[in-house]
Protein backbone atom coordinates (compact mmCIF):
# COMPACT_ATOMS: atom_id res chain seq x y z
CA UNK A 1 0.00 0.00 0.00
CA UNK A 2 2.96 2.33 0.80
CA UNK A 3 4.67 1.56 -2.39
CA UNK A 4 1.43 2.61 -4.43
CA UNK A 5 1.10 5.47 -2.73
CA UNK A 6 4.73 6.52 -3.42
CA UNK A 7 4.10 5.41 -6.46
CA UNK A 8 1.34 7.67 -7.10
CA UNK A 9 3.08 10.67 -5.31
CA UNK A 10 5.90 10.49 -8.07
CA UNK A 11 3.31 10.24 -10.52
CA UNK A 12 1.99 13.47 -9.20
CA UNK A 13 4.99 14.82 -9.02
CA UNK A 14 6.27 13.93 -12.31
CA UNK A 15 2.58 15.32 -13.97
CA UNK A 16 3.46 18.94 -12.00
CA UNK A 17 6.62 19.35 -13.40
CA UNK A 18 5.37 18.24 -16.97
CA UNK A 19 2.83 21.30 -16.47
CA UNK A 20 5.14 24.10 -14.79
CA UNK A 21 7.62 23.37 -17.65
CA UNK A 22 4.94 24.11 -20.18
CA UNK A 23 3.54 26.66 -18.35
CA UNK A 24 7.04 28.24 -18.16
CA UNK A 25 7.27 28.00 -22.54
CA UNK A 26 3.96 29.99 -22.27
CA UNK A 27 5.33 32.48 -20.33
CA UNK A 28 8.51 33.07 -22.22
CA UNK A 29 6.29 33.12 -25.72
CA UNK A 30 3.92 35.49 -24.08
CA UNK A 31 6.92 37.67 -22.34
CA UNK A 32 8.80 38.04 -25.59
CA UNK A 33 5.77 38.84 -27.29
CA UNK A 34 5.07 41.84 -24.97
CA UNK A 35 8.77 42.78 -25.07
CA UNK A 36 8.58 43.40 -29.08
CA UNK A 37 5.28 45.04 -28.63
CA UNK A 38 6.47 47.25 -25.76
CA UNK A 39 9.84 48.24 -27.24
CA UNK A 40 7.85 49.64 -30.19
CA UNK A 41 5.63 51.94 -27.70
CA UNK A 42 8.56 52.25 -24.51
CA UNK A 43 10.67 53.37 -27.23
CA UNK A 44 8.14 56.26 -28.78
CA UNK A 45 6.37 56.85 -25.69
CA UNK A 46 9.50 57.91 -24.01
CA UNK A 47 11.26 60.20 -26.18
CA UNK A 48 7.61 61.79 -27.87
CA UNK A 49 7.65 64.68 -24.92
CA UNK A 50 10.94 65.79 -26.51
CA UNK A 51 10.48 64.96 -29.98
CA UNK A 52 7.46 66.61 -30.93
CA UNK A 53 8.17 69.62 -28.32
CA UNK A 54 11.39 69.71 -30.83
CA UNK A 55 9.11 69.51 -33.83
CA UNK A 56 7.42 72.86 -32.36
CA UNK A 57 4.29 70.96 -31.28
CA UNK A 58 4.75 72.24 -27.78
CA UNK A 59 2.89 69.76 -25.24
CA UNK A 60 1.38 67.59 -27.67
CA UNK A 61 3.59 64.45 -26.59
CA UNK A 62 2.66 64.96 -23.00
CA UNK A 63 -0.83 65.73 -24.03
CA UNK A 64 -1.18 62.35 -25.98
CA UNK A 65 -0.11 60.65 -23.08
CA UNK A 66 -2.12 62.04 -20.76
CA UNK A 67 -5.08 61.06 -22.89
CA UNK A 68 -3.81 57.78 -23.17
CA UNK A 69 -3.48 56.66 -19.70
CA UNK A 70 -7.12 58.41 -18.92
CA UNK A 71 -8.73 56.54 -21.85
CA UNK A 72 -6.15 53.25 -20.55
CA UNK A 73 -8.02 53.37 -16.75
CA UNK A 74 -11.77 54.17 -18.07
CA UNK A 75 -11.83 51.17 -20.90
CA UNK A 76 -9.74 49.04 -18.18
CA UNK A 77 -12.94 50.04 -15.76
CA UNK A 78 -15.79 49.08 -18.09
CA UNK A 79 -14.52 47.35 -21.26
CA UNK A 80 -11.50 45.28 -20.29
CA UNK A 81 -13.45 42.35 -18.49
CA UNK A 82 -16.36 42.69 -21.16
CA UNK A 83 -14.37 41.97 -24.51
CA UNK A 84 -12.08 39.53 -22.96
CA UNK A 85 -14.86 37.25 -21.89
CA UNK A 86 -16.49 38.14 -25.16
CA UNK A 87 -13.23 37.03 -27.61
CA UNK A 88 -11.19 35.06 -25.10
CA UNK A 89 -7.69 35.41 -24.03
CA UNK A 90 -5.58 34.53 -27.48
CA UNK A 91 -7.75 36.64 -30.00
CA UNK A 92 -7.38 39.76 -27.13
CA UNK A 93 -3.83 39.58 -27.44
CA UNK A 94 -3.88 39.25 -31.24
CA UNK A 95 -6.31 42.49 -31.68
CA UNK A 96 -5.07 44.19 -29.02
CA UNK A 97 -1.74 44.45 -30.07
CA UNK A 98 -2.71 45.91 -33.43
CA UNK A 99 -4.33 48.86 -31.44
CA UNK A 100 -1.29 48.83 -29.23
CA UNK A 101 0.58 49.78 -32.46
CA UNK A 102 -1.50 53.50 -33.07
CA UNK A 103 0.41 55.72 -30.86
CA UNK A 104 3.54 54.90 -32.57
CA UNK A 105 1.66 55.17 -36.03
CA UNK A 106 0.74 58.81 -35.55
CA UNK A 107 4.30 59.67 -34.72
CA UNK A 108 4.75 58.95 -38.72
CA UNK A 109 2.11 61.40 -40.14
CA UNK A 110 3.82 64.39 -37.18
CA UNK A 111 6.74 63.91 -38.92
CA UNK A 112 5.47 63.71 -42.34
CA UNK A 113 3.63 66.79 -41.84
CA UNK A 114 6.54 68.73 -40.12
CA UNK A 115 8.86 67.88 -43.06
CA UNK A 116 6.66 68.75 -45.50
CA UNK A 117 6.98 71.95 -47.54
CA UNK A 118 3.24 72.60 -48.40
CA UNK A 119 1.02 73.63 -45.38
CA UNK A 120 -1.62 71.65 -47.04
CA UNK A 121 -5.10 71.00 -44.92
CA UNK A 122 -4.11 67.47 -44.41
CA UNK A 123 -1.08 68.97 -42.35
CA UNK A 124 -2.55 71.70 -40.69
CA UNK A 125 -1.76 71.34 -36.79
CA UNK A 126 -5.34 71.15 -35.66
CA UNK A 127 -5.92 67.95 -37.80
CA UNK A 128 -2.39 66.99 -36.54
CA UNK A 129 -3.66 67.04 -32.86
CA UNK A 130 -6.92 65.06 -33.70
CA UNK A 131 -5.11 62.41 -35.40
CA UNK A 132 -2.04 61.94 -32.49
CA UNK A 133 -5.13 62.35 -29.52
CA UNK A 134 -7.45 60.16 -31.79
CA UNK A 135 -5.13 57.33 -32.28
CA UNK A 136 -3.49 58.04 -28.61
CA UNK A 137 -7.52 56.73 -27.59
CA UNK A 138 -7.39 53.88 -29.62
CA UNK A 139 -4.33 53.02 -28.23
CA UNK A 140 -5.56 53.40 -24.42
CA UNK A 141 -8.41 51.36 -25.42
CA UNK A 142 -6.20 48.34 -26.53
CA UNK A 143 -3.51 48.59 -23.70
CA UNK A 144 -5.99 48.68 -21.15
CA UNK A 145 -7.79 45.13 -22.56
CA UNK A 146 -4.25 43.55 -23.22
CA UNK A 147 -2.79 44.27 -19.87
CA UNK A 148 -5.81 43.47 -17.76
CA UNK A 149 -5.79 39.61 -20.19
CA UNK A 150 -2.26 39.35 -19.15
CA UNK A 151 -2.96 39.43 -15.46
CA UNK A 152 -5.73 37.02 -15.52
CA UNK A 153 -4.02 34.73 -17.96
CA UNK A 154 -0.79 34.31 -15.79
CA UNK A 155 -3.09 33.54 -12.67
CA UNK A 156 -5.48 31.16 -14.57
CA UNK A 157 -1.79 29.37 -15.37
CA UNK A 158 -1.44 29.46 -11.78
CA UNK A 159 -4.73 27.84 -10.98
CA UNK A 160 -3.69 24.40 -10.21
CA UNK A 161 -0.17 25.54 -8.79
CA UNK A 162 -0.51 28.54 -6.85
CA UNK A 163 3.42 28.24 -5.22
CA UNK A 164 4.44 29.40 -8.81
CA UNK A 165 3.18 32.59 -9.05
CA UNK A 166 6.71 34.48 -8.36
CA UNK A 167 8.54 32.61 -10.27
CA UNK A 168 5.90 32.82 -13.50
CA UNK A 169 5.19 36.67 -12.70
CA UNK A 170 8.98 37.29 -12.40
CA UNK A 171 9.84 35.45 -15.65
CA UNK A 172 7.10 38.03 -17.63
CA UNK A 173 8.04 40.89 -15.85
CA UNK A 174 12.00 40.16 -16.18
CA UNK A 175 11.52 39.76 -20.11
CA UNK A 176 9.14 41.60 -21.09
CA UNK A 177 10.68 44.73 -19.00
CA UNK A 178 13.52 44.18 -21.52
CA UNK A 179 11.49 46.00 -23.85
CA UNK A 180 12.96 49.21 -22.38
CA UNK A 181 16.35 48.16 -22.97
CA UNK A 182 16.09 47.10 -26.54
CA UNK A 183 13.36 50.22 -27.57
CA UNK A 184 16.49 52.22 -25.97
CA UNK A 185 19.39 50.80 -27.97
CA UNK A 186 17.41 51.11 -31.05
CA UNK A 187 16.36 54.58 -30.52
CA UNK A 188 19.58 55.55 -29.71
CA UNK A 189 20.60 54.50 -33.34
CA UNK A 190 17.85 55.05 -35.43
CA UNK A 191 17.59 58.45 -34.30
CA UNK A 192 21.11 59.15 -34.75
CA UNK A 193 21.74 58.02 -38.30
CA UNK A 194 18.06 58.28 -39.36
CA UNK A 195 15.36 61.26 -39.95
CA UNK A 196 12.82 61.11 -36.76
CA UNK A 197 10.13 59.44 -39.77
CA UNK A 198 11.74 56.51 -40.57
CA UNK A 199 12.26 56.31 -36.92
CA UNK A 200 8.50 55.92 -36.12
CA UNK A 201 8.42 53.61 -39.22
CA UNK A 202 10.98 51.17 -37.81
CA UNK A 203 8.87 51.00 -34.81
CA UNK A 204 5.74 50.54 -36.30
CA UNK A 205 6.77 47.43 -38.36
CA UNK A 206 8.62 45.89 -35.13
CA UNK A 207 5.02 46.26 -33.27
CA UNK A 208 3.42 44.62 -35.68
CA UNK A 209 5.82 41.64 -35.12
CA UNK A 210 3.99 40.35 -31.85
CA UNK A 211 0.77 40.16 -33.21
CA UNK A 212 2.15 36.87 -35.15
CA UNK A 213 3.50 35.27 -31.98
CA UNK A 214 0.57 35.87 -30.10
CA UNK A 215 -1.18 33.42 -32.59
CA UNK A 216 1.11 30.47 -30.90
CA UNK A 217 0.11 31.25 -27.46
CA UNK A 218 -2.64 28.40 -25.58
CA UNK A 219 -5.89 29.62 -25.47
CA UNK A 220 -6.66 28.68 -21.88
CA UNK A 221 -10.07 29.06 -20.03
CA UNK A 222 -10.91 31.70 -17.60
CA UNK A 223 -10.89 30.83 -14.07
CA UNK A 224 -14.62 32.74 -13.94
CA UNK A 225 -15.45 32.82 -17.45
CA UNK A 226 -19.39 33.73 -16.80
CA UNK A 227 -20.92 35.94 -19.40
CA UNK A 228 -21.96 39.48 -17.59
CA UNK A 229 -22.87 43.06 -18.78
CA UNK A 230 -21.06 45.86 -18.43
CA UNK A 231 -23.10 46.73 -15.15
CA UNK A 232 -22.84 43.70 -14.00
CA UNK A 233 -18.60 43.82 -14.72
CA UNK A 234 -19.00 47.66 -13.25
CA UNK A 235 -20.55 46.39 -10.12
CA UNK A 236 -18.38 43.56 -9.40
CA UNK A 237 -14.86 45.54 -9.71
CA UNK A 238 -16.95 47.90 -7.41
CA UNK A 239 -17.51 44.99 -4.77
CA UNK A 240 -13.67 44.27 -5.13
CA UNK A 241 -13.14 47.74 -4.57
CA UNK A 242 -14.65 48.11 -1.52
CA UNK A 243 -13.22 45.11 0.27
CA UNK A 244 -10.75 45.47 3.49
CA UNK A 245 -7.69 43.17 2.05
CA UNK A 246 -7.53 45.60 -1.18
CA UNK A 247 -6.96 49.07 0.95
CA UNK A 248 -3.14 48.02 1.88
CA UNK A 249 -2.29 47.35 -1.65
CA UNK A 250 -3.55 50.58 -3.48
CA UNK A 251 -0.88 52.71 -2.39
CA UNK A 252 1.74 50.10 -4.38
CA UNK A 253 -0.80 50.29 -7.06
CA UNK A 254 -0.50 54.16 -7.37
CA UNK A 255 3.84 53.87 -6.98
CA UNK A 256 3.36 51.62 -10.31
CA UNK A 257 1.85 54.40 -11.86
CA UNK A 258 4.45 57.37 -10.45
CA UNK A 259 6.91 55.49 -11.55
CA UNK A 260 6.59 55.39 -14.85
CA UNK A 261 4.85 58.85 -15.02
CA UNK A 262 8.79 60.10 -13.69
CA UNK A 263 10.99 58.40 -16.81
CA UNK A 264 8.66 58.99 -19.68
CA UNK A 265 7.57 62.77 -18.69
CA UNK A 266 10.28 63.93 -15.88
CA UNK A 267 13.52 61.64 -16.11
CA UNK A 268 13.88 64.08 -19.76
CA UNK A 269 14.28 67.05 -17.53
CA UNK A 270 16.79 65.89 -15.32
CA UNK A 271 18.77 64.49 -17.87
CA UNK A 272 18.62 67.71 -20.25
CA UNK A 273 20.27 69.91 -16.94
CA UNK A 274 23.12 67.89 -16.75
CA UNK A 275 24.00 68.57 -20.39
CA UNK A 276 26.18 71.61 -21.44
CA UNK A 277 25.65 73.04 -24.93
CA UNK A 278 27.96 75.46 -26.73
CA UNK A 279 25.97 78.84 -28.22
CA UNK A 280 27.95 77.76 -31.61
CA UNK A 281 24.96 74.73 -31.67
CA UNK A 282 22.08 74.92 -33.86
CA UNK A 283 18.68 73.78 -32.39
CA UNK A 284 18.44 70.34 -34.53
CA UNK A 285 22.30 69.88 -33.10
CA UNK A 286 20.82 70.60 -29.49
CA UNK A 287 17.69 68.16 -30.12
CA UNK A 288 19.55 65.42 -31.24
CA UNK A 289 22.38 65.32 -28.27
CA UNK A 290 19.42 65.37 -25.76
CA UNK A 291 17.79 62.78 -27.74
CA UNK A 292 20.84 60.44 -27.75
CA UNK A 293 22.00 61.30 -24.09
CA UNK A 294 18.15 60.26 -22.85
CA UNK A 295 18.47 56.86 -24.93
CA UNK A 296 21.84 56.44 -23.35
CA UNK A 297 20.58 56.73 -19.78
CA UNK A 298 16.90 55.03 -20.43
CA UNK A 299 19.20 51.65 -21.60
CA UNK A 300 20.11 51.60 -17.78
CA UNK A 301 17.04 52.05 -16.99
CA UNK A 302 15.88 48.91 -18.86
CA UNK A 303 18.70 46.68 -17.59
CA UNK A 304 17.69 47.33 -13.55
CA UNK A 305 14.04 47.23 -15.19
CA UNK A 306 15.00 43.31 -15.77
CA UNK A 307 17.03 43.25 -12.62
CA UNK A 308 14.02 44.26 -10.73
CA UNK A 309 11.79 41.44 -12.24
CA UNK A 310 14.56 38.59 -11.61
CA UNK A 311 15.20 39.74 -7.77
CA UNK A 312 11.52 39.85 -7.27
CA UNK A 313 10.61 36.95 -8.73
CA UNK A 314 13.44 34.85 -6.90
CA UNK A 315 12.85 35.79 -3.41
CA UNK A 316 9.62 36.49 -3.29
CA UNK A 317 9.89 32.20 -2.16
CA UNK A 318 12.14 33.11 0.52
CA UNK A 319 10.76 36.18 1.44
CA UNK A 320 7.18 37.40 2.43
CA UNK A 321 6.04 39.26 -0.25
CA UNK A 322 4.11 41.85 1.84
CA UNK A 323 7.85 42.85 3.46
CA UNK A 324 9.02 42.89 0.14
CA UNK A 325 6.60 45.57 -0.95
CA UNK A 326 7.75 47.91 1.93
CA UNK A 327 11.19 47.44 1.23
CA UNK A 328 10.42 48.55 -2.44
CA UNK A 329 9.29 51.95 -0.48
CA UNK A 330 12.50 52.34 1.04
CA UNK A 331 14.65 51.64 -2.31
CA UNK A 332 12.19 54.42 -4.33
CA UNK A 333 13.05 56.84 -1.26
CA UNK A 334 16.91 56.18 -2.18
CA UNK A 335 15.68 57.11 -5.88
CA UNK A 336 14.14 60.39 -4.95
CA UNK A 337 17.25 61.31 -3.00
CA UNK A 338 19.63 60.44 -5.95
CA UNK A 339 17.14 62.97 -8.09
CA UNK A 340 17.92 65.77 -5.66
CA UNK A 341 21.31 64.87 -6.22
CA UNK A 342 20.76 65.06 -9.99
CA UNK A 343 19.20 68.14 -9.90
CA UNK A 344 21.08 70.39 -8.05
CA UNK A 345 24.90 68.54 -9.06
CA UNK A 346 23.45 68.65 -12.95
CA UNK A 347 25.97 66.03 -13.46
CA UNK A 348 25.25 63.66 -16.39
CA UNK A 349 26.59 60.76 -14.60
CA UNK A 350 24.23 60.80 -11.39
CA UNK A 351 21.45 60.49 -14.24
CA UNK A 352 22.55 56.92 -14.58
CA UNK A 353 22.06 55.99 -11.08
CA UNK A 354 18.99 57.85 -11.01
CA UNK A 355 17.21 55.67 -13.51
CA UNK A 356 18.63 52.52 -12.42
CA UNK A 357 17.22 53.22 -8.90
CA UNK A 358 13.74 54.12 -10.95
CA UNK A 359 14.21 50.90 -13.43
CA UNK A 360 14.55 48.70 -10.84
CA UNK A 361 11.92 49.80 -8.44
CA UNK A 362 9.27 50.27 -11.62
CA UNK A 363 9.54 46.19 -12.48
CA UNK A 364 9.56 45.66 -8.78
CA UNK A 365 6.62 46.92 -7.78
CA UNK A 366 4.42 45.86 -11.09
CA UNK A 367 5.26 42.04 -10.17
CA UNK A 368 5.73 41.99 -6.53
CA UNK A 369 1.87 43.87 -6.58
CA UNK A 370 0.66 41.79 -9.43
CA UNK A 371 1.59 38.51 -7.21
CA UNK A 372 0.00 40.12 -4.34
CA UNK A 373 -3.15 40.47 -6.32
CA UNK A 374 -3.36 36.82 -8.07
CA UNK A 375 -2.33 35.38 -4.80
CA UNK A 376 -4.89 37.47 -2.28
CA UNK A 377 -7.78 37.59 -4.85
CA UNK A 378 -7.13 34.61 -7.17
CA UNK A 379 -9.55 34.00 -10.01
CA UNK A 380 -10.97 37.59 -9.51
CA UNK A 381 -9.95 39.49 -13.55
CA UNK A 382 -11.38 42.76 -11.36
CA UNK A 383 -7.97 42.74 -9.29
CA UNK A 384 -6.00 43.71 -12.47
CA UNK A 385 -8.85 45.89 -13.60
CA UNK A 386 -8.62 47.40 -10.76
CA UNK A 387 -4.67 47.79 -11.01
CA UNK A 388 -5.04 49.35 -14.23
CA UNK A 389 -7.10 51.88 -13.24
CA UNK A 390 -5.21 53.38 -10.43
CA UNK A 391 -2.23 52.91 -12.20
CA UNK A 392 -3.23 54.44 -15.36
CA UNK A 393 -5.26 57.31 -12.96
CA UNK A 394 -1.89 57.85 -10.85
CA UNK A 395 0.57 58.14 -13.75
CA UNK A 396 -2.18 60.89 -15.38
CA UNK A 397 -2.08 62.67 -12.10
CA UNK A 398 1.95 62.27 -12.18
CA UNK A 399 2.13 63.90 -15.45
CA UNK A 400 -1.00 66.55 -14.84
CA UNK A 401 1.10 67.66 -11.62
CA UNK A 402 4.39 67.49 -14.13
CA UNK A 403 2.65 69.97 -16.41
CA UNK A 404 1.71 72.18 -13.71
CA UNK A 405 5.01 72.79 -11.84
CA UNK A 406 6.86 72.75 -15.33
CA UNK A 407 7.68 76.64 -14.96
CA UNK A 408 8.90 75.58 -10.82
CA UNK A 409 12.27 74.16 -9.83
CA UNK A 410 12.41 70.73 -10.35
CA UNK A 411 12.98 69.56 -6.82
CA UNK A 412 9.13 70.51 -6.12
CA UNK A 413 7.70 67.65 -7.62
CA UNK A 414 10.28 65.45 -6.00
CA UNK A 415 9.28 66.30 -2.54
CA UNK A 416 5.69 65.61 -3.80
CA UNK A 417 6.83 62.02 -4.44
CA UNK A 418 9.23 61.50 -1.64
CA UNK A 419 6.02 62.94 0.86
CA UNK A 420 4.01 60.09 -0.58
CA UNK A 421 6.52 57.29 -0.44
CA UNK A 422 6.82 58.20 3.19
CA UNK A 423 3.15 57.77 3.76
CA UNK A 424 3.22 54.52 1.82
CA UNK A 425 6.04 52.68 4.33
CA UNK A 426 4.33 54.03 7.23
CA UNK A 427 0.93 52.36 6.69
CA UNK A 428 2.11 49.43 4.80
CA UNK A 429 3.43 48.61 8.45
CA UNK A 430 0.53 48.15 10.03
CA UNK A 431 -0.57 45.30 7.43
CA UNK A 432 2.67 43.35 7.20
CA UNK A 433 2.24 41.23 10.15
CA UNK A 434 -1.32 39.54 9.45
CA UNK A 435 -0.17 39.53 5.79
CA UNK A 436 2.75 37.54 6.86
CA UNK A 437 0.53 35.02 8.58
CA UNK A 438 -1.16 35.06 5.86
CA UNK A 439 1.16 33.76 3.65
CA UNK A 440 2.72 31.29 5.66
CA UNK A 441 -0.43 29.71 6.20
CA UNK A 442 -0.93 29.74 2.52
CA UNK A 443 2.37 28.15 1.99
CA UNK A 444 1.54 25.45 4.14
CA UNK A 445 -1.92 24.55 2.70
CA UNK A 446 -0.10 23.84 -0.20
Do not use: H
Amino acid sequence: MSQFQFNLSQKEIEKSEYEYQSQKKTIYLLSFSFMLMCSAYSSTSNLVATLYKNLEYNNLGLISLLLLNLIYGFSSLFLAKYIINKISFKFTFIISSIGYNCFTVSGIWVCICKDSEQNTQLCSPELVYFIVLFFSTLCGVAMSIIWVAQGSYIDSLCKNNGDMRGDLFGIFSAISQGSIVLGAVLSTFLIKYLDNVYFFIIMACLGLIPTIFFSFIPNIQQQNDKQFSIKENLKNVFNVLSSKKIKPLIPFMIMTGIIVGFYSGFLNKIVENSIGFSNKMSKDQIADIKSEKLCYVLIFLGIFEILGGIFSGKLVDFICVYKMASLGTLICLGAVMLCFLGIFTKNYLVCFFVASFWGFCDCFFQNITSIIASQDFEGQIEIFQIFRVISSFSYVGFQALNILLQNQESYILCMIIMVFLMFTNFQSLFFQKSNQEKQISLKINT
